[in-house]
């Protein structure tokens, strides 16, 4: 789920919704690389992990192999996919697509109420940056950006974006503990607030832009240093 937090259906009441249920679990386990690449997922594990039936486990499954993030392979084995950098690029132009017109409406009216909630979640990754939690950081980072879908009434767009962006989002994870990577993000995050804050919607524009642009620039170095996470 996108505010961080992952609620367990009720045993008893809520089976309906166990296949929702593994499926948030898993991506955010994929996506925070917690599960890595090419980890194999057994059915009859996770069946006794979550305490459920093979149809909710088989339904989470096949909603994650239609994300590119797992491949199911019959009778046989499901494996966490490798990270797939045609399919990173891709949704690395789309989401710079949206937010580009997103932070232009933003300057060209803003709005004080949504200027304050983005600072504030500028002050908590600073507050985590300081601290080191990368977890936390990269929660709230995806608030700061979910934030300006939910101001210009698009959240819709978020949840097609998060959707396509499941291995640029493993880019950006697996780059985030990099020394003064995080300050980068903040730098960037308090650059597009304050050219919102000024009505400057191109100074808003290209500070998105070089922002969103970078995650494709470490690729050799993190293929280098990780080259099981990648595909051939």
């Known amino acids: ?19 929702l249920y593994v499926f948030d679990v898993l991506r955010e386990e994929i ?4 599960l890595a690449p090419r980890t194999v997922l057994s059915r009859a594990d996770l069946q006794g992990r979550f305490g459920l039936s093979s149809t909710p486990i088989r339904d989470a499954l096949m909603r ?14 499901t494996i966490v996919s490798p990270i797939d950098i045609g399919r990173a690029r891709e949704a690395q132009f789309l989401r710079r697509s949206v937010e580009l017109e ?18 504030s979640l500028v002050r908590q990754q600073t507050a985590f940056a300081d601290l080191g939690e990368v977890e936390a950081f990269n929660t709230a980072d995806r608030a700061f950006h979910r934030t300006m879908y939910e101001a210009i009434g698009i959240i819709d767009l978020w949840h097609l ?25 903040l730098r960037a995050h308090e650059a597009i607030v304050t050219a ?19 995650s494709l620039d470490f690729v050799d170095k993190l293929k280098a240093s990780h080259p099981e996470y990648f595909a051939d």
């Open 64 to 77: 994650l192999q239609e994300e590119y993030l797992v491949s199911v392979f019959p009778q046989h084995a």
């Open 31 to 34: 996506i925070s690389l917690k």
């Open 196 to 214: 919102i804050a000024a009505s400057k919607p191109e100074e808003a524009q290209f500070h998105l832009r070089d922002h969103l642009s970078r």
């Open 102 to 119: 997103i932070v232009r409406t933003l300057a060209l009216a803003p709005d004080e109420a949504v200027l304050a909630k983005l600072r």
């Open 1 to 19: 789920m996108d505010d961080g937090l992952i609620r367990a259906p009720n045993e008893g009441r809520d089976r309906g919704r166990g296949a």
């Open 161 to 185: 974006v998060r959707r396509q962006g499941g291995h640029i989002d493993r880019l950006r994870r697996l780059n985030l503990p990099v020394e003064g990577k995080m300050r980068e993000i």
